[in-house]
């Protein structure tokens, strides 16, 4: 099997936890490509993650690393990873028992595909978030005016510091530190989080992915659009952004942790 390595490259046990995993799974008959960053600072030779043919991913890091690789994929490929980051929602392992389950897919595992979003605007795409698109002023202390529209009905209208749009698996990240509930990944919806809202009734929506959503932002402020912190669009003073069902979900290698247990743990954490 064909697998491709990706490592946080700002953490030295991270890059030594990538160096090992090459390593063991070489000896074991895996094919193994580092990612091109990864490989720099490995001082080896590196594979662009874009074009990737690896039948598999090993991201080595936290969920930002993870969200960068499915960025950078353009064809979503089954991921595992590895927790090297503050919390890691979506690093199911720890680096002491990686190798265990690493070593186990050459025999073949379960995949779990998670929900993303797409972006257009005037049905041009910008992009595709797992954890959430975030809406903000370009300039800080100033409130934004935004219009939900719901299968063509005006739901409402608010003012505040920015907007949220989030998946489910992106309601445990800055959704959840917003006020946002945290929602099952397996349920198929998109989860609207205003924050700081003018008015104390302007609270989050759970919209199904099957409905079509538009959000209009009406204001006299520039304002941004962030996509899973890795991507920036100027929206400038008015646009309207249309949110659906991304045709690529990311893919997860299942590895048999159940997600309220994991929520419950990474929390305790904090």
């Known amino acids: 099997m064909k697998c491709l390595l990706v490592s946080r490259i700002d953490l030295p046990e991270a890059l030594d936890c990538a160096r090992r995993m090459k390593t063991a799974m070489e000896h074991a008959g895996y094919t193994v490509l580092l990612e091109t960053d990864t490989a720099d ?16 991913a090993v991201v080595v890091g936290g969920d930002g690393t993870i969200l960068h690789t499915v960025q950078q994929l353009q064809r979503q490929i089954p991921i ?5 980051g503050e919390v890691g929602f979506l690093a199911d392992l720890e680096p002491d028992q990686a190798w265990d389950f690493v070593k186990s897919l050459s025999s073949g ?12 605007r005037d049905n041009m795409p910008l992009g595709d978030a797992l954890n959430e698109a975030l809406i903000v002023t370009t300039r800080p202390a100033k409130m934004l005016r935004f219009s939900i529209i719901i299968d063509g009905v005006v739901s409402e209208r608010f003012r505040s510091d920015g907007l949220l749009v989030s998946t489910p698996t992106g309601s445990t990240a800055y959704a ?16 609207l989080v205003p924050l700081a809202p003018y008015l104390l009734s302007s ?7 099957n409905r079509r959503l538009e959000i209009r932002l009406e204001s006299s ?38 997600f309220f247990e994991k929520v419950d743990d990474k929390l305790r954490k904090l």
């Open 176 to 191: 959840m530190s917003a006020g946002g509930p945290i929602v099952d990944p397996r349920v198929q919806v998109f989860l």
């Open 80 to 84: 595992i990873g590895i927790n090297q």
């Open 203 to 209: 609270r989050p929506h759970l919209i199904s992915s």
């Open 221 to 258: 402020k520039p304002a941004k659009l962030v996509i899973d912190g890795q991507k920036t669009v100027e929206l400038g003073s008015s646009a309207s952004l249309v949110v659906q069902k991304s045709e690529q979900p990311a893919l997860f290698i299942d590895a048999h942790r159940n």
């Open 41 to 56: 600072r490995l001082g080896e030779s590196g594979h662009p993650c874009g074009r990737t043919d690896a039948d598999f």
């Open 109 to 120: 595992f379960a995949v779990e595909e998670r929900m993303r979003l797409s972006l257009l």
